[in-house]
Nanobody, 123 residues
Framework: QLQLVESGGGLVQAGGSLKLSCAAS????????MGWFRQAPGKEREFVAA????????YYRDSVKGRFTISRDNTKNTMFLQMDTLKPEDTAVYYC????????????????WGQGTQVTVTS
C-alpha cells in the first residue's frame, strides 16, 4: 500500500497560485490511479481531481475546471496539483489519495491517503 506525503500548501490571496505535491513510497506508483480531495471546516470531504495511472485521463470537479491542473511524474513517484486563480472557497485541507488500478474518480476506490496539507485563500 502506498505511503503518501503532501506538501506545498500555504496562505495565498485570492487570484494567486499554489502547487501541491504528493510524494509516494512503499509501492509501485504507476500501478495506481491518483486523486486529490479536500475538506473545508464543517463540510464533508469532496473530490477535486483525479488522474489515471498513465496520466492520459484526468477528471475535475466542475468548480475547479480551467483553474486546477492535475499531473503526475511516474519516474519520480510524484503527483501534482497546480492551482491557479484561487478563490476563498478553495480554502480546505487537501489530501492526496491512491486507488489501485488504472483509473478512478470514485472516492470509495481510494484506499491510501496522505495526512493532508492546508490551503488558505484570503479575500
Amino acid at each position: 500500500q502506498l505511503q503518501l506525503v503532501e506538501s506545498g500548501g500555504g496562505l495565498v490571496q485570492a487570484g494567486g497560485s499554489l502547487k501541491l505535491s504528493c510524494a509516494a513510497s512503499e509501492g509501485t506508483f504507476s500501478s495506481y490511479a491518483m486523486g486529490w480531495f479536500r475538506q473545508a471546516p464543517g463540510k464533508e470531504r469532496e473530490f477535486v481531481a483525479a488522474i489515471s495511472w498513465t496520466g492520459s485521463t484526468t477528471y475535475y470537479r466542475d468548480s475547479v475546471k480551467g483553474r486546477f491542473t492535475i499531473s503526475r511524474d511516474n519516474t519520480k513517484n510524484t503527483m501534482f496539483l497546480q492551482m491557479d486563480t484561487l478563490k476563498p472557497e478553495d480554502t480546505a485541507v487537501y489530501y492526496c489519495a491512491a486507488a489501485l488500478g488504472p483509473d478512478s474518480n470514485y472516492e470509495g476506490d481510494f484506499g491510501s491517503w496522505g495526512q493532508g496539507t492546508q490551503v488558505t485563500v484570503t479575500s
